[in-house]
């Protein structure tokens, strides 16, 4: 799960929050007027985690140089 923070709250202790984002290994959200604004997650150099997430996402594409969503544009309508 995700911390949050406000911008001014993160700034002036920027370097202790990049060591609990290390260490803890989860994302921080900084916000700016209770908005999400930034997302700083710990680097992962694990790319082959990433293509298991996405493997068997995608059941079935029978054209795939037709533009997904081509009915949903008004200007095509």
Known sequence: MAN????????????KYFRL??????DLIITDHAKPVIKISPFRDEPHIILEEL?????R???PFKPVGEDD???LK
């Not at 949050?4 to 370097?15: D, H, M, R, V, Y």
Request: no cysteine; glycine share 4%.
């Open 21 to 26: 984002i290390q260490e803890q290994g989860q």
């Open 61 to 63: 594409y029978d054209d």
């Open 4 to 15: 949050f923070i406000s911008k001014s709250a993160f700034k002036p202790q920027a370097l």
């Open 55 to 59: 493997r068997n996402s995608v059941i």
């Open 73 to 75: 544009w008004e200007v």
